[in-house]
Nanobody, 125 residues
Framework: VQLQASGGGLVQAGGSLRLSCVASGRPIRNAAVGWFRRAPGKEREFVATTFRSGGTTFYGDSVKGRFTISRDNAKNSVFLQMNSLKPEDTAVYFC???????????????????WGQGTQVTVSS
């Protein structure tokens, strides 16, 4: 499956952005779809993931309560609503799909087999 992430940009601290991840080539309704991010000089970090119907979601501790992941299987898309953004949220954000991902490993990037190209999010102080 090919994944196209978009929606990044420059925003002031406290602002909001909505990222989109559109899949093509294969339906993602049976996949776990996650968001990861890589800040300059840091390793890639788990942000959030949603399982199949969207009823099960997980969040990284640093974004819990501020970010919301959702999906629209009819549009083969997953979204990340980011509110109350902080300068430390600055990173390249990647979406990824895993068709064999299980709940216990949903936070591990190794469990996702297909990755988008990333979209830059910059939060100014």
């Amino acid at each position: 499956v090919q994944l196209q992430a978009s929606g990044g940009g420059l925003v002031q601290a406290g602002g909001s952005l909505r990222l989109s991840c559109v899949a093509s080539g294969r339906p993602i309704r049976n996949a776990a779809v996650g968001w990861f991010r890589r800040a300059p000089g840091k390793e890639r970090e788990f942000v959030a993931t949603t399982f199949r119907s969207g009823g099960t979601t997980f969040y990284g501790d640093s974004v819990k309560g501020r970010f919301t992941i959702s999906r629209d299987n009819a549009k083969n898309s997953v979204f990340l609503q980011m509110n109350s953004l902080k300068p430390e949220d600055t990173a390249v954000y990647f979406c990824a799909a895993g068709f064999s991902t299980i709940l216990s490993t949903a936070r591990r990037e190794s469990t996702y087999t297909d990755w988008g190209q990333g979209t830059q999010v910059t939060v100014s102080s």
